[in-house]
């Protein structure tokens, strides 16, 4: 039998953490500078035109940049890619140029960095940007895609990695 909580803060992030979700860095790249971030909340919006939407902390310097460069671009992580996602998501506190570093990036259509080995780069132009709490939801334009063969994805769930065979 399921349990009900009190809603604030604490219980709502906790619920979150039982949704298992794909990892994702989002790069960008222009005028606001060349950064990313490891992102979570990744959806397509639709198949015309396509478009999709990424939500971005407002906070972050990754938020600040694509607002300014308006392009960004989801680099779907594999199973081998945990190094990258925890460099992204800031442990380790590297530089962004040392995070950049650990792998091998080629500039897409935009000029946003797609990570070479990704299950899948979909680089694209901002559309809209709407504030929500803490987050944007940013839904972009599909300028470019690119994909590797399937691999086994990196996924996040329950505050851990796990490995999502196909």
């Given at each position: 039998?399921?349990?009900?909580?009190?809603?604030?803060?604490?219980?709502?992030?906790?619920?979150?953490?039982?949704?298992?979700?794909?990892?994702?860095?989002?790069?960008?790249?222009?005028?606001?500078?060349r950064?990313?971030?490891?992102?979570?909340?990744?959806?397509?919006?639709?198949?015309?035109?396509?478009?999709?939407?990424?939500?971005?902390?407002?906070?972050?310097?990754?938020?600040?940049?694509?607002?300014?460069?308006?392009?960004?671009?989801?680099?779907?992580?594999?199973?081998?890619?945990?190094?990258?996602?925890?460099?992204?998501?800031?442990?380790?506190?590297?530089?962004?140029?040392?995070?950049?570093?650990?792998?091998?990036?080629?500039?897409?259509?935009?000029?946003?960095?797609?990570?070479?080995?990704?299950?899948?780069?979909?680089?694209?132009?901002?559309?809209?940007i709407?504030?929500?709490?803490?987050?944007?939801?940013?839904?972009g334009?599909?300028?470019?895609?690119?994909?590797?063969?399937?691999?086994?994805?990196?996924?996040?769930?329950?505050?851990?990695?796990?490995?999502?065979?196909?």
């Open positions: 039998m399921t349990k009900s909580f009190p809603l604030d803060q604490l219980t709502f992030r906790e619920a979150m953490s039982r949704i298992a979700t794909a990892v994702h860095v989002v790069t960008t790249d222009g005028p606001g500078g950064t990313g971030a490891t992102v979570s909340a990744v959806c397509s919006v639709s198949d015309d035109p396509a478009s999709i939407l990424v939500c971005v902390n407002k906070t972050s310097r990754t938020h600040g940049a694509i607002v300014q460069n308006r392009v960004f671009c989801v680099n779907t992580l594999d199973e081998s890619h945990q190094d990258i996602s925890d460099a992204f998501a800031g442990r380790g506190d590297l530089a962004m140029d040392k995070r950049f570093d650990s792998a091998h990036w080629t500039s897409l259509a935009t000029g946003c960095p797609g990570l070479d080995e990704a299950r899948l780069s979909i680089d694209c132009e901002v559309q809209s709407t504030e929500v709490g803490t987050h944007s939801v940013i839904i334009t599909v300028a470019d895609i690119r994909m590797n063969e399937p691999g086994n994805s990196l996924m996040y769930v329950r505050r851990g990695y796990h490995s999502l065979a196909k």
